[in-house]
């Protein structure tokens, strides 16, 4: 389980430390106090974030969110191989064995 203080989410997703206590205050979160601070389960923050749509695009503008795009792959040397991936056909055949494979 994975615990984050107040200012760390505050960070993570963009928002005012004092919005973070409100949603402690109002029971929107869990959390537990650890030598006198709160530690909030960081499942529960997400949650919360997706409720709320201001929190949700704060998220996506000024937290974690805008970092995204550039954690995508863009070298092919590290993407995967279009090829070596195989997708099943709807009749549950893998594509690269359903040809002829009569025997002679």
Known sequence: ????????????????????????????????????????NFESLVKWSQIHTTVKNKLANRGIGQFVDKWKIKNPLYSPNPKSVTVKKEGGQNPATSGNNTAK
């Not at 615990?3 to 993570?12: F, G, N, P, T, Y």
């Not at 929107?28 to 106090?33: A, D, G, L, P």
Request: no cysteine; proline share 0%; charged share 20%.
């Open 1 to 40: 389980m994975i615990r984050v203080s107040v200012s760390e989410a505050a960070r993570l997703f963009g928002v005012n430390t004092q919005t973070v206590r409100r949603a402690i205050a109002a029971s929107e979160v869990t959390y537990v106090v650890v030598a006198g601070r709160y530690k909030i």
